[in-house]
């Protein structure tokens, strides 16, 4: 049994990629008999300018879509980051130990800050800092994240043996645990390109709560290649996206995929995968919208969660306090 730890922004604009990469791998975790910590990421969330009512909106959407996926209360400890005030003090202790070599070098810090010149924040820079934090007040062991995310769960085990070296032992050091299929999923308009709610497009995702219709458009849309078969291989990058999103929202095989459609061409897979992605997400949709009427349930849901996460982050920084000389 394992301690398993995951988190999402809070979002108006969850979308399938968030959902197969990361939401759906923590669930049957949490259904593996581990110990689940998971939490929306509100703090992360203000590295980049946010309405605050609308923040608050999506921290309730967050929340909703993770009970409507199976997440248990009962056997997941869930909560609001900002809730945990330990998550920024070791955050601050980690800035002390961390270099700014290591995080000039990561990857997501460089791609969104591409062209901003000076108009970078220092929360974006340190974001990294803060995710080692959050990973490493839980004892944590396993971080289910998507590739782009693996380099900061490095991260975080760097900092963890770096401080245990130094103050003695204290930090366990986590593994990513990357899902081998759908972990990645492309951008329908480019698929050079990772599913992102912020893409300029929106005809890049499948939100989760697209309606019929919108996802008819936007898979009609998605991009091929002038081929015509329905074959996967890696490739031929836009089809072998449609074909891993089949795949998952069927249960099928790529093999079994391929199989159905000898002899027929991308219109009729692309109007079948528009069909099953509405018949998975609908009852998905069902159930967040059924959470999201009872918003006085969802944050006392949350805020159980916080009390019992302040419980476990005290006792780990109270050693922190302890190791540094400042307790």
């Known amino acids: 049994m394992s301690k398993v730890l ?10 399938i990629g968030n959902y197969f990469g990361a939401i759906e791998p923590f669930v049957k975790l949490q259904d593996s008999g581990n110990t689940n910590v998971l939490f929306v990421v509100d703090y992360h969330a203000i590295t980049v300018p946010q309405e605050p009512e609308m923040l608050r909106k999506n921290i309730m959407f967050a929340t909703a879509t993770y009970l409507a996926a199976g997440v248990d209360p009962k056997k997941t400890l869930l909560f609001q980051q900002s809730h945990v005030p330990q998550h920024t003090e070791l955050a601050w202790i980690l800035n002390c130990i961390a270099h700014m070599g290591e995080l000039e070098r990561m990857t997501q810090y460089k791609d969104k800050t591409r062209g901003k010149g000076e108009a ?30 693996k380099q900061h769960v490095e991260l975080a085990r760097d900092l963890a043996e770096r401080f245990n070296k130094r103050f003695g032992e204290t930090f366990t050091i986590p593994k990513p645990q990357i899902r081998k299929e759908g972990a990645r999923i492309m951008g329908l308009d480019d698929p050079e390109i990772k599913m992102s709610k912020s893409a300029k497009s929106e005809k890049n995702f499948i939100s989760l709560m697209d309606d019929d219709k919108t996802i008819e458009k936007k898979i009609k849309s998605a991009v091929t290649d002038s081929q015509g078969t329905i074959k996967y291989d890696e490739k031929r990058k836009g089809l072998a996206n449609l074909i891993t999103i089949y795949s998952l929202v069927t249960g099928q095989t790529n093999n079994q995929i391929e199989e159905s459609y000898k002899g027929k061409g991308y219109k009729e897979f692309k109007e079948d995968l528009a069909k099953h992605l509405n018949d998975f997400l609908k009852p998905l949709q069902n159930k967040i919208k059924t959470y999201l009427s009872d918003e006085t349930e969802l944050k006392n849901i949350l805020d159980q969660g916080a009390k019992k996460a302040q419980i476990l982050a005290e006792q780990k920084m109270k050693d922190v306090r302890n190791k540094i000389g400042v307790y």
Do not use: N, R
């Open 6 to 15: 995951t988190a999402l922004q809070p979002s108006g604009v969850l979308h």
């Open 120 to 149: 970078v924040t220092v929360g974006l820079f340190d974001y990294p800092v803060l995710m080692a934090a959050d990973i490493l007040l839980y004892e944590t062991e396993i971080v289910p994240v998507g590739e782009d995310q």
